[in-house]
């Protein structure tokens, strides 16, 4: 008998594999592959236990769900007995198929075809908080550093006030390890070391969290590293967020949670003897003060090599004239495991080119004369750099500055950095054969500026990209060249701003979590990676930042600096996100979870607006931010979001199985929706006797909210949805919609039948579009429309990120609209998949997505008067396939004439209209499908140039040859207060 079913991707709570959980109760859950139409599962077991051999049959699983008849599950939340703390649990799946009747599969003899299984694994860290045994350990930060006076020649340092990262050591002796497992944490950053090997990949952890709340930690196997004899247990920290510069927090410089960073780290060893070793941070630790001088997220890292300590971190060394550590505090009720993927060093660019600035030619020159150096890596990232240096003579310093653009001399443009000063520096103490990179800082920008080399040669530096490593999971491609690095440009910009939490920009004294940037780009993120587990920590940063009244926040974690009180769309991103990733990933816990906020947030707007217009506690009302043009009236954006909240909030709990509450949110978000109408739209008729609709304000956002939240009635809808697209058409055709009204406006268009109009969105290349920016070197989404334009050059440089990722919220149409994958309104965890194509005027497209269940691929081309359209389904997942045609009669599907069967049914054809083609749909169930069907070469509706695409993209024109694109980023500085 031959089976294909097969479960794949095996997660505990969205991460392979995670060592280090304090979850009781993880969802482990799995993907299906099938090579075979039709395929789909039946029934499904899971067993658990804390021995392999106990999965087998016969053994002994501590919790064993038996067979469960449910073709819909992807995974099973655990109720077996208590997990224990520090151990390993094995668990397996196993999957039944359901009968296959295609006769292009091989056949399950007799209906009762065996299961095929999968295994996997998870560990569990500390059950408990009070199972800690270390403390919180520091450098005493009393004794006043001594500061040597600058040599001739030096100019002194700027350490922005920081003090110098500690270093911290242990040695212990014991025989090597069958299993040694660290757990570590810092208040700040750390970076771990036994027996001078670096443990784990991990950067910038533990992560941010609002350290009051919240403080994590991680596990790392160790086993390997320790060894018979001395060992050395050793840790550098530094400040990071918990006392270093954080955002633009002005009354405050540094020290934003504590003063000085502490570490804390319990290394458990079990013997082969059975005995076991508990090394943990406690006062038997000596400290002190090594290369780095200072280090901090936004101002950059000094590495001193005069006050290296070689083999500090080695068994051996004399650590005599070290201090003991000092101990803080012992608390650890605030510990929690890290629930996400930690920050890591994913990928390194190497420069595009290099130009040479001659000495005296500006630029920082703190080197003694030498030329300094700008490198362009040709790409906008967040990360650092890496850097062979020959060799430095003792004092003498290599600076290395960032920025995202040049200025009109090709010197570096980093006004829009405000205070961040992005300066890293290496001094050197005469050693030859130097590798400089920092190590708890992070920059965004594509060029540096590099002093105090004499030469720099292109394989002395790269630079290294830094986020949150959330696994890809998505693929977008089309014909045209500009579309495709528009996509590029928006998963660059996800790269650089999922670093610990999601924020607006990796460059500036910002970097925050601001939830409406997070809420209009999520659907975009979700596609490009499994933002699951990232998502999971921050909701859990967005809980710890709600306000005493219960109300969600602007930022997570929260800053002194910035109003708490949520705006509307920025705080209703608390329901609205956990509404996405349950959607997205079929996990209700993130509906259960954040229900009581949800309704504690609805509860508070309704109670200080009785009367259902959302006018008061609207904290600073940022409204549809950056958006070009007439404002829309604040109080129908704010309402509107009032409304989409309130009947989230319903839907959510109908999943979860309330129905009274659902009942009471449905009947609230209906009164709210009427409210809308009575105030704010006014119906008539035009002079044809055709009814028309306006929404108070008359702009693109305000329609755009009305219909995307289903707030108009029913016979409203279609006079909006034309009057929105004479908006659109009248101001180019172009938007003139901020962070929130940008994100809803292909999407609204194309469910209204004008998908053509967002595809001419998508092609416009002047002020305000997408590609303009990509004309004019942009490498990643730019924060403002026009951030710089050829007639004003840069605008003020007070807010100004040319890589914030809100305008990138068109990536999701990208894969929904133009590729066409996409799942049904209805559809959880693409259970039911929306295949809808919109070709546009272009030649190809095709995405694909690794999803919760299984992988969906669509990939559609057009030749000559032809259209093909392959789809490929996961096992247990139906499709609705829209072909696009005119001509019904032509559709084939491989091949031949479809005919309705059990894996395939005609839903309906829909007639084309002016402005779209029409379409077959049919139903599909698992499987690869490849459909074909005439379709004009040219769009039924009217094409509207907006200049012809250049034969080249513009970013790889002239590669290693000045300038850049992004010099091109010169001009005026044009001054407004944003
Ligand atoms: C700015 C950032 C952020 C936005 C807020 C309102 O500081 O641009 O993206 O959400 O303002």
């Not at 699951?532 to 997570?556: C, H, M, Q, S, Y």
């Not at 440089?797 to 068109?810: E, K, T, V």
């Amino acid at each position: 008998m031959l089976v294909s079913l097969r479960p794949y991707a095996l997660r505990c709570d969205h991460r392979a594999t995670p060592l280090g959980i304090d979850e009781a109760a993880p969802l482990l859950s799995w993907r299906l592959a099938s090579a075979h139409r039709g395929d789909a599962p039946l029934a499904y077991r899971v067993r658990v236990a804390d021995r392999a051999e106990d999965l087998d049959e016969g053994g002994q699983p501590l919790w064993d769900t038996g067979r469960i008849e449910d073709p819909d599950a992807i995974g099973a939340v655990y109720a077996g007995p208590a997990l224990k703390s520090r151990t390993r649990y094995h668990w397996r799946v196993a999957v039944w198929p359901a009968e296959r009747t295609d006769p292009t599969g091989p056949t399950a003899e007799g209906g009762s075809a065996a299961a095929v299984e999968a295994t996997s694994w998870f560990e569990t860290a500390f059950r408990g908080a009070d199972e800690w045994r270390a403390s919180w350990i520091g450098h005493d930060p009393r004794p006043i550093p001594v500061m040597d006076a600058p040599t001739e020649g030096e100019r002194a340092l700027d350490d922005h006030g920081l003090a110098p990262c500690p270093t911290l050591r242990r040695a212990f002796t014991g025989p090597a390890a069958l299993r040694a497992r660290l757990y570590v944490s810092a208040r700040g950053l750390y970076e771990v070391r036994l027996n001078g090997t670096r443990v784990g990949d991990a950067e910038l952890a533990p992560g941010w969290t609002d350290y009051t709340r919240r403080v994590q930690y991680q596990t790392y196997d160790v086993t390997e590293l320790v060894r018979d004899g001395e060992n050395v247990l050793a840790a550098t920290i530094a400040d990071g967020w918990w006392s270093g510069f954080v955002g633009f927090e002005p009354r405050r410089a540094g020290a934003h949670y504590g003063a000085f960073p502490q570490f804390l780290a319990e290394l458990h060893i079990d013997h082969a003897d059975g005995r076991t070793t508990t090394i943990v941070t406690d006062d038997t630790w000596r400290t002190h003060t090594g290369e780095i001088r200072h280090a901090d997220l936004l101002m950059g890292e000094c590495h001193d090599l005069r006050h290296a300590a070689d083999g500090w971190d080695l068994p051996g060394f004399d650590d005599t004239d070290w201090s003991p550590a000092l101990i803080t505090d012992t608390g650890h009720r605030l510990l929690v495991a890290s629930v996400d993927e930690p920050v890591r060093a994913t990928t390194a660019l190497r420069p595009r080119s290099i130009t040479r600035v001659p000495h005296g030619n500006g630029g920082v020159t703190a080197d003694g004369g030498h030329d300094t150096h700008i490198v362009d890596f040709g790409q906008n990232l967040a990360g650092r750099v890496r850097l062979r240096v020959a060799g430095l003579a003792p004092g003498a310093r290599v600076v290395v500055r960032h920025a995202e653009a040049l200025d009109e001399t090709g010197r570096l443009y980093t006004a829009n950095l405000r205070t961040a000063a992005a300066t890293d520096v290496l001094i050197g103490d005469g050693r030859e054969h130097l590798v400089f990179e920092p190590r708890f800082t992070y920059h965004g920008f594509r060029f540096v500026e590099i002093s105090g080399v004499p030469r720099l040669y292109d394989s002395d530096v790269v630079a290294v990209a830094l986020h949150s490593d959330t696994p890809w999971s998505g693929a977008f491609d089309c014909s045209d060249p500009e579309i495709r690095r528009l996509h590029d440009c928006v998963v660059w910009g996800q790269r650089s701003n999922f670093v610990s939490v999601p924020t607006d920009c990796p460059q500036r004294d910002e970097r925050l979590g601001w939830l409406a940037d997070a809420q209009v780009f999520l659907p975009t993120a979700a596609l490009n990676a499994d933002v699951a587990a990232f998502f999971t920590k921050w909701l859990r940063d967005i809980e710890d930042a709600r306000t005493p009244e219960g109300g969600f926040t602007n930022v997570a974690p929260r800053l002194i600096g910035v109003a708490d009180e949520g705006a509307p769309g920025w705080g209703d991103a608390g329901v609205i996100i956990p509404w996405h990733l349950y959607r997205t990933y079929d996990d209700p816990r993130f509906l259960s979870r954040a229900l009581p906020a949800m309704r504690a947030w609805i509860g508070l707007i309704h109670r200080h607006n009785p009367d259902l217009i959302w006018r008061r506690h609207v904290g600073p009302h940022f409204s549809d931010w950056l958006a070009p043009g007439v404002p829309t009236p604040r109080e129908v954006i704010a309402t509107a979001y009032f409304a989409h909240s309130t009947r989230l909030t319903a839907s959510a709990a109908e999943v979860l199985g309330l129905p009274e509450v659902a009942r009471e949110y449905h009947r609230l978000a209906a009164d709210i929706r009427t409210a809308f109408s009575e105030r704010f739209v006014t119906t008539d008729k035009n002079a044809e006797g055709d009814p028309t609709v306006r929404i108070a304000g008359d702009t693109q956002t305000g329609y755009l909210v009305a219909l995307a939240f289903g707030l108009l009635p029913e016979d409203a809808t279609g006079p909006a949805a034309q009057r929105l697209a004479e908006l659109i058409e009248k101001a180019g055709p172009a938007l003139q919609t901020g962070f929130l009204g940008v994100a809803l406006a292909a999407p609204v268009l194309d469910a209204y039948g004008r998908a053509d109009l967002a595809h001419a969105l998508l092609r416009r290349t002047d002020v305000p579009s997408w590609l303009f920016p990509l004309r004019h070197g942009a490498t990643t989404i730019w924060e403002r429309w026009d951030g710089w334009t050829p007639g004003t050059g840069f605008r003020a440089p007070s807010m100004n990120s040319f890589n914030h990722y809100a305008l990138g919220s068109i990536g999701e149409w990208l894969y929904r609209g133009v590729a066409g994958l996409d799942q049904s309104p209805d559809s959880t965890g693409y259970r039911k998949l929306l295949i809808r194509p919109r070709p546009g005027e272009l030649g190809h497209a095709s995405a694909g997505y690794e999803s919760a269940r299984g992988t969906v691929t669509v990939r559609w081309e057009r030749h000559d008067q032809t259209l093909g359209l392959r789809v490929q389904v996961p096992p247990g997942a139906s499709a609705e396939v829209h072909v696009p045609t005119d001509d019904h009669g032509s559709v084939r599907e491989s091949g031949a004439v479809p005919v309705d069967g059990e894996h395939l049914t005609l839903l309906a054809t829909i007639p084309a209209t002016d402005t779209a083609s029409g379409h077959s749909v049919y139903r599909v169930g698992s499987g690869v499908y490849r459909f074909t069907a005439s379709y004009p070469s040219r769009p039924t509706y009217p094409s509207r140039p907006t200049g012809g695409y250049p034969t080249a993209p513009v970013a790889s024109a002239g590669p290693r040859r000045a300038p850049s694109p992004a010099a091109s980023l010169a001009g005026s500085h044009e001054e407004d207060t944003p």
